[in-house]
């Protein structure tokens, strides 16, 4: 393929040069997934491992090559209801109406139902550090008003009740799992729900300054938990930011008005949500249109896949995935532009990048007008509090220019 952009950057030490295409057309391309009443879909850092779960009665799918192809698990036929993966798409958890949570070690080939976890609700959410070791699940009844939150440090194994929680409606997490960030549903006798963050994994949690009158259906966070993005399908199509962790929010007006979903790149610029078409705090809920966002949030575009109910994204928010309730699977690959960031470390320099959704290659070159450049032949590091690569190399002696290239 042939490389058509280039940004530079120097520093004091080595010159930085970024190679990527130009953005590819907004095209959503229906996969092999069969049509079915998804309800919820999950993805890898890279997009390449999707999960995504059906309700009334529906089986667990999982794709390891983007939603090429996909492959239904040996998980029970539940009312599955949500989904969570861990950055590298190996560890997931998953809940359904009524029934224990379920988690899977080895990327959905074998799933163990939690003896010890909670029975969950219909209404029922759940979110993964980027490790998959902290697991949290939220649950809402809706005719009692009341729920809460249990969670996990140990991959699912074992769970406790976080005893203050919210009654939890939708959640989110940091990378780390430290930062929660809770929409809950109205409680009995109270007339709004409020939004609530916990900055210790649910040891203590703190009500914002925002409310709604009907339960938070959607919040997504950057992998540092400073950029949110929270949405409920009665707020007259308002959409919710905040980039400070939840002290202060900033109100957007956005085409619709019933949120459902929502779904954040890694540094929280890039979104993508599913505009409800009716949810029902009691039942199964119809999709929307999709739209996407590359200004965390501020405005939205409407994208070319039909309704759908769910949505994921890579940590670059260049691989999209939605589902349909009703409907089938799709996925959009827009081409990535990550920044090569550097910094010095004693005698080495360290380079880090997103994680991308399409392969990259680090190279290097002594001089940027020659045309050779040399591949650094060695696997970066992936660091989990912020979803990025990150490669050490020896500090030169001289002038060194580095690339990613595809």
């Known amino acids: 393929m042939k490389l058509k952009h280039k940004?530079?950057?120097?520093?004091?030490?080595?010159?930085?040069?970024?190679?990527?295409?130009?953005?590819?057309a907004q095209t959503w391309t229906q996969t092999s997934a069969p049509i079915t009443n998804w309800h919820a879909v999950a993805s890898s850092a890279d997009g390449t491992k999707l999960a995504a779960v059906a309700c009334c009665g529906g089986p667990i799918y999982t794709s390891?090559?983007?939603g090429v192809t996909w492959t239904p698990t040996s998980a029970p036929i539940q009312n599955w209801f949500s989904v969570a993966s861990s950055a590298d798409g190996t560890k997931l958890v998953a809940t359904a109406n009524t029934s224990p949570v379920y988690a899977s070690s080895d990327s959905g080939a074998t799933w163990t139902a939690a003896t010890n976890g909670p029975i969950t609700e219909y209404l029922s959410c759940v979110a993964s550090s980027a490790d998959g070791t902290k697991l949290v699940v939220g649950f809402y009844d809706s005719v009692h008003r009341n729920g809460g939150m249990s969670a996990s440090t140990d991959s699912g194994a074992a769970w406790a009740i976080l005893a203050n929680a919210p009654a939890t409606v939708s959640v989110a997490a940091?990378?780390?799992?430290?930062?929660?960030?809770v929409g809950a549903g109205p409680c009995f006798g109270c007339a709004s729900a409020s939004f609530e963050i916990s900055t210790n994994s649910g040891a203590n949690w703190l009500a914002t300054s925002v409310t709604s009158s009907f339960a938070w259906s959607a919040v997504a966070s950057s992998a540092d938990g400073n950029k949110l993005v929270a949405m409920n399908p009665n707020a007259n199509g308002l959409i919710y930011t905040s980039s400070d962790s939840g002290a202060t929010w900033t109100t957007n007006s956005s085409p619709g008005e019933s949120w459902i979903s929502v779904a954040s790149s890694a540094d929280g610029a890039r979104l993508v949500a599913a505009l409800g078409g009716g949810f029902n705090p009691g039942g199964p809920s119809?999709?929307?249109?999709?739209?996407?966002?590359?200004d965390s949030g501020a405005t939205w575009t409407?994208?070319?896949?039909?309704?759908?109910?769910s949505v994921a994204s890579s940590a670059d928010g260049s691989k999209l995935v939605a589902a349909?309730?009703?409907g089938?699977?799709?996925t959009a690959q827009f081409t990535p532009m990550p920044v090569l960031s550097i910094t010095p470390s004693g005698s080495n320099l360290v380079l880090y990048w997103t994680v991308p959704s399409i392969k990259f290659v680090l190279q290097e070159n002594p001089d940027v007008i020659k045309t050779h450049w040399t591949d650094l032949?060695?696997?970066?590091?992936?660091?989990l509090t912020n979803l990025q690569y990150q490669a050490t190399v020896p500090l030169p002696s001289g002038n060194r220019f580095y690339r990613l290239n595809h």
Request: no cysteine; hydrophobic share 40%; charged share 5%.
């Open 7 to 24: 940004m530079f950057q120097s520093t004091g030490l080595a010159g930085l040069f970024i190679v990527s295409n130009s953005a590819l």
């Open 64 to 66: 390891t090559n983007g």
């Open 174 to 181: 940091s990378a780390d799992g430290t930062k929660l960030f």
């Open 286 to 294: 119809v999709g929307g249109p999709v739209y996407s966002s590359i």
């Open 302 to 309: 409407s994208n070319d896949v039909p309704y759908a109910f």
């Open 324 to 326: 349909a309730n009703g």
């Open 328 to 330: 089938g699977i799709y």
């Open 377 to 383: 032949v060695r696997t970066p590091t992936l660091i």
